[in-house]
């Protein structure tokens, strides 16, 4: 017989802000952000006592791509009962309605960032600037940086003070030119002009790493923290969780 025991951890309440990207049209097509990208990690962060903010570039209503919806008809995701519970729950689905815009984010008031995915980032990242500066603040003021699946793209534009990128002497990970090929295959178009692995190649002195198509796979390099898609939520969420712990 096998006897196991457990026990919880008690841990110091921490502040963390979520951003998913605001609605942009890709390929004549309304998209937002990977709702499980954002709503497991919400999820895990605040059953740890942590509190979290929903932030977009602009601020204000924000959309689940309907890819990644439960709520859409005969969708794939329709068993995601976080993402179901969190856009139906009275204050968390309100956030949803009104998120805070970066231009309002203090950060010395949080301890980390998280940024999902989908089909937005890659459309509303590229060109923020401001977004560029406030992933570069949290990581020069020692903050945690995560960064999921698409949400990872930041890593291509994001300087530092000294002009140097942030990505630079780091290992990390993001959506894989081989799953945009299952994608393109999956619509029957090339979804997106550049990819994050392809446009990852071009940088010197960056390593960017994956594992296989849907493979979770996930990489800690000191503050920085990369997942490679949705399934890759859990396990990349749990890692901010142990450096919270070590912060």
Known sequence: MKIETRSGMKRKSRRILSIVSNTAE??????????????????????????????????????????????????????????????????????????LPISAVNVDEYDAVWVAGGGGPLVTFRDDTALHSLIASFYEQEKIVSLICHGSCLLLWTRLSNGKMLAEGKKWTGFSD??????????????????????????????????????????????????????????????????????
Do not use: W
């Open 26 to 99: 890709l390929k004549g097509i309304p998209v937002g952000f990977f709702a499980e990208e954002m709503t497991k990690a919400f999820f895990m962060f605040t059953e740890a006592g942590h509190q979290v903010d929903l932030a977009s570039p602009l601020g204000g209503e924000v959309m689940y791509d309907t890819h990644s919806d439960p709520r859409t008809p005969n969708g794939a995701y329709a068993n995601d009962l976080v993402s179901l519970g969190f856009v139906n729950h009275a204050t968390f689905g309100a956030l949803l309605k009104n998120t």
């Open 178 to 247: 081989a799953e945009e090929a299952v994608v393109n295959a999956r619509y029957g178009m090339k979804i997106h002009a550049q990819t994050i692995q392809g446009e990852a190649a071009n940088m010197a002195g960056t390593t960017f790493i994956c594992q296989g198509v849907d493979e979770p796979f996930a990489v800690r390099d000191g503050r920085l923290i990369t997942g490679q898609q949705q399934y890759s939520t859990g396990m990349t969420a749990a890692l901010v969780l142990e450096a919270l712990d070590e912060y």
